[in-house]
């Protein structure tokens, strides 16, 4: 969730008590929920979840032990019970009612001196008023505006009738969500309501339907602007607000933390610099995921929380291929010391992601964070344009929360061909470590090098990389060796020095 609401307004009016929606992500975007009575319009097309929110805000009122009262006009109460049924919701306290325009208005009878939206509006006003009359509440939904605005004849109908009822309303001290279907303004009432939350459903090529949530008006209040990334689960609207990383700022130590292995950390000038974000990056079936899980092994030993999200790689394959390398993942999360997480991008928003990496280290106190890899991740974007810019702010985020993080990037290619990656995010790392592969005497060797530390000096050699049995090796300087980033190194020397049998490649 965002952190301490900051914001230039410093009006009086912000002081006005906020009341929960009974969805915490919204009331966090909010800045803290809705500013009680006044009047709100929620819109969105259909299935975009405005019902849900609005049983969700009347739920919230009824454990608060006000005043509740659900008014439909285009589903039934038992539609409205069958929804709350599949969610496990209790709708004690809440007053549902059913008003059908056809029987209030029955039959009209012709007549030629007033148009029919003279006539059957006002009616239809007058018995949502004494319902409303009735039931003396403190929160009011209705759902929704669009059986009255077939009712009027033109949006100056419609919108003389809905500021009506809104200002007969805020005599009553309630507070009122109107539901009503997406719209042009001109057609909408978001001119005569306090603040508008806008729900969109968007389809795309593969995969699920993406939902988000905006909140275009909030007269004289603070709220964090812009898209927030939502989803309707079982039990209700999840809403994920947008990262926003200035929120979370304060000043960070100097430190840096050991991979286990002195070979490695010698790469770095002694390791990796913690509240930082190491991209490791290079050709797939290097050691990139390999090496970041030995990070995270090494954090486990010190008795601190890891998590590793997992975009490409199933859990159960990622664990297998740790411990036949000697690895003791499995170990460090059996004692809880180490979180995997596959993600599958087809399913998981940006938002939801970063939503549950801030879970992680708010409530389980991880540490280390371990993205792999960034292929999958970007495929998580409605447009990978914006790659960068949610990266950027989850890195910020992270870092202020003196988190390490590392990233895990494929290069496109095999060795001795040209390689590319589709998008460039080196700059935005604080360190790099390059993985390359090359051909000597029939065999596939394997190359690791510091390429980048912005928190002090590192070694500039490229050193031979080996798994086996027995774990990770790192070899001496490949000083008998040019060309090797090129991907046809030529070689100077008179022999190299054979690899390990007990470091065989796998």
């Keep these: 969730m965002p952190g301490p609401f900051n914001h230039p307004l410093t009006s009086p009016r912000q002081q006005t008590a906020r009341i929960p929606t009974g969805v915490p992500g919204l009331d966090a975007v909010l800045g803290g929920g809705l500013p009680g009575h006044h009047t709100y319009l929620v819109e969105g097309g259909h299935g975009a979840g ?20 659900y008014l439909s006009t285009c589903e039934s109460e038992e539609d409205i019970r069958e929804i709350a049924h599949a969610h496990d919701w209790s709708l004690e306290g809440v007053h549902l009612h059913y008003l059908d325009p056809q029987e209030i208005l029955g039959e009209t009878p012709a007549q030629s001196v007033f148009h029919p939206a003279e006539i059957e509006l006002p009616q239809m006003v007058d018995t949502l ?7 003396d509440p403190q929160r009011l939904v209705i759902d929704s505006l669009a059986e009255i605005r077939l009712l009027a004849d033109s949006p100056r109908w419609f919108r003389s009738q ?22 042009d303004e001109r057609e909408s009432g978001q001119s005569i309501v306090h603040g508008v939350i806008r729900l969109e459903q968007r389809a795309r090529d593969y995969g699920p339907d993406r939902r988000r949530l905006r909140i275009t008006k909030l007269r004289g209040h603070p709220f964090y602007s812009g898209y927030h990334d939502m989803a309707i689960r079982t039990g209700g609207l999840e809403v994920y607000p947008r990262l926003v990383a200035a929120e979370h700022r304060q000043e960070v130590a100097p430190a840096v ?26 050709p797939s079936g290097t050691g990139k995921s390999i090496l970041a899980s030995q ?8 008795g601190e929380r890891a998590a590793l999200y997992l975009f490409d790689e199933r859990v159960h394959t990622f664990l297998r291929r740790a411990q036949g390398l000697g690895i003791d993942l499995t170990g460090q999360r059996d004692r809880g010391r180490i979180e995997l997480q596959q993600v599958d991008p087809a399913e998981m928003t940006p938002g939801e992601f970063s939503h549950q990496v801030q879970q992680a280290i708010t409530e389980r106190d991880v540490r280390l964070v371990v993205i792999d890899s960034l292929a999958g991740y970007a ?5 990978e344009r914006w790659l960068t810019l949610h990266l950027h702010e989850l890195l910020a985020y992270l870092s202020q929360q003196q988190i390490t ?7 496109h290619g095999l060795p001795g ?3 590319h990656v589709s998008f460039d995010l080196s700059y935005i790392a604080d360190s790099v470590l390059l993985f390359h592969a090359f051909e000597y005497a029939g065999e596939i060797r394997k190359v690791i090098s510091a390429y980048k530390r912005r928190g002090g000096a590192h070694e500039a050699a490229l050193r031979e990389l080996r798994f086996g049995p027995k774990g990770i090796g790192i070899g001496a300087p490949l000083r008998q060796f040019e060309g090797i980033l090129t991907g046809t190194p030529h070689f100077t020397g008179e022999e190299l020095t054979p690899i390990d049998p007990h470091h065989d490649q796998s």
């Design 50 to 69: 405005k019902t849900m929110l609005s049983l969700q805000f009347c739920i919230a009122g009824a454990q608060r032990g006000e005043r509740v009262l």
């Design 162 to 183: 809905v500021l009506a009822l809104g200002k007969h309303l805020a005599d009553r001290s309630c507070t009122i969500l109107f539901c009503d279907d997406q719209l």
């Design 379 to 383: 495929h998580a974007m409605p447009d």
């Design 295 to 302: 990070f995270a092994v090494a954090a486990a030993g010190r």
């Design 257 to 282: 933390i050991s991979s286990g292995l002195p070979e490695l950390d010698a790469l770095f000038g002694g390791g990796i610099d913690r509240s930082t974000a190491t991209l490791l990056l290079g």
């Design 417 to 419: 061909t040209p390689r």
């Design 405 to 411: 993080v590392l990233l895990v990037m494929a290069q």
């Design 129 to 135: 008023l004494s319902v409303i009359a009735a039931s």
